[in-house]
């Protein structure tokens, strides 16, 4: 019973991942309309009426404003913690479908077990994600997992732990600092909220957590979340690629505004 994943588009804009299993179909954060995420699914073989669940990491708009098309698909479940859940609720003309979890806290979807833990975001309470498929030794469904982390401007020790044990890793690799310096577009007070703790990783600070955990468990590493004005795939790939490339480990570079091929393990 494999996991199949892609992320469906990634960026300040919007994002959303596709998880699936042969019981479970769920969006981690949908941060594109309705109508854009159902044209994404229907390229990747899905639909919204398809979708089980919802995995929110937090109320951005770049990662919740899917919430307010979805109100003729009201099966959809939508997890997130109660910070988040009040956050977006009142921008919704229509009651979501609530599963409310506690940051710190692991809970069941089907066949899903997810763990939810803090990050450091200018956000209600943001939250990374560690999901899992499976049991360990088991032979005939092995146990597979995904940690998801983005939006955090630092990683302390806790999130160095959480995704030690994934074996496909979505980290955040928002900006190139001498990208940022430079940039024209945003005034000092953004760019400070946008390299402070509480605001997103670099590709360097990528790049040293990947050094400081180097997992030997991961078998690919996306990179996300990376700014069309701060960031390219060439400078993820130049400050990163040797740290991965040293670990054996193979990795993809999701372009701003782009998704991801689907993944299978």
Same mark, same amino acid.
């Given at each position: 019973?494999?996991?199949?994943?892609?992320?469906?588009?990634?960026?300040?804009?919007? &994002?959303?991942?596709?998880? %699936?299993?042969?019981?479970?179909?769920?969006?981690?954060?949908?941060?594109?309309?309705?109508?854009?995420?159902? /044209?994404?699914?229907?390229?990747?073989?899905?639909?919204?009426?398809?979708?089980?669940?919802?995995?929110?990491?937090?109320?951005?708009?770049?990662?919740?404003?899917?919430?307010?098309?979805?109100?003729?698909?009201?099966?959809?479940?939508?997890?997130? *913690?109660?910070?988040?859940?009040?956050?977006?609720?009142?921008?919704?003309?229509?009651?979501? &479908?609530?599963?409310?979890?506690?940051?710190?806290?692991?809970?069941?979807?089907?066949?899903?077990?997810?763990?939810?833990?803090?990050?450091?975001? =200018?956000?209600?309470?943001?939250?990374?994600?560690?999901?899992?498929?499976?049991?360990?030794?088991?032979?005939?469904?092995?146990?597979?997992?995904?940690?998801?982390?983005?939006?955090?401007?630092?990683?302390?020790?806790?999130?160095?732990?959480?995704?030690?044990?994934? =074996?496909?890793?979505?980290?955040?690799? &928002?900006?190139?600092?001498?990208?940022?310096?430079?940039? %024209?577009?945003?005034?000092?007070?953004?760019?400070?909220?946008?390299?402070?703790?509480?605001?997103?990783?670099? *590709? =360097?600070?990528?790049? /040293?957590?990947?050094?400081?955990?180097?997992?030997?468990?991961?078998?690919?590493?996306?990179?996300?979340?990376?700014?069309?004005? @701060? &960031?390219?795939?060439?400078?993820?790939?130049?400050? @990163?690629?040797?740290?991965?490339?040293?670990?054996?480990?193979?990795?993809?570079?999701?372009?701003?505004?782009?998704?991801?091929?689907?993944?299978?393990?």
């Amino acid at each position: 019973m494999p996991v199949r994943f892609r992320i469906l588009g990634s960026g300040s804009n919007g &994002n959303a991942a596709l998880l %699936t299993t042969d019981d479970s179909r769920v969006l981690v954060d949908a941060g594109f309309s309705a109508r854009r995420l159902g /044209e994404m699914l229907a390229a990747a073989g899905e639909s919204l009426a398809r979708i089980d669940a919802i995995f929110l990491t937090h109320e951005h708009g770049d990662h919740a404003s899917g919430l307010s098309g979805l109100a003729k698909h009201p099966h959809i479940r939508v997890f997130a *913690n109660n910070g988040t859940a009040q956050a977006v609720q009142r921008s919704l003309k229509h009651r979501a &479908n609530w599963q409310v979890f506690e940051t710190g806290a692991t809970f069941r979807f089907r066949d899903l077990e997810v763990s939810a833990f803090s990050v450091p975001h =200018d956000a209600q309470d943001p939250v990374g994600f560690f999901i899992s498929h499976g049991h360990e030794g088991d032979l005939f469904a092995p146990r597979r997992t995904l940690a998801w982390l983005t939006d955090l401007g630092h990683a302390p020790q806790h999130v160095r732990e959480r995704v030690r044990d994934a =074996d496909v890793l979505v980290i955040e690799a &928002n900006y190139c600092p001498r990208l940022l310096e430079a940039d %024209t577009k945003r005034p000092w007070s953004v760019k400070q909220r946008i390299n402070g703790r509480h605001g997103h990783l670099s *590709n =360097d600070a990528a790049r /040293e957590l990947l050094q400081s955990v180097a997992s030997p468990r991961w078998r690919h590493v996306f990179f996300a979340h990376l700014s069309r004005d @701060c &960031n390219s795939p060439a400078a993820v790939e130049a400050a @990163c690629g040797p740290a991965l490339a040293a670990l054996r480990c193979n990795f993809s570079v999701v372009a701003p505004g782009e998704g991801s091929a689907a993944f299978e393990f």
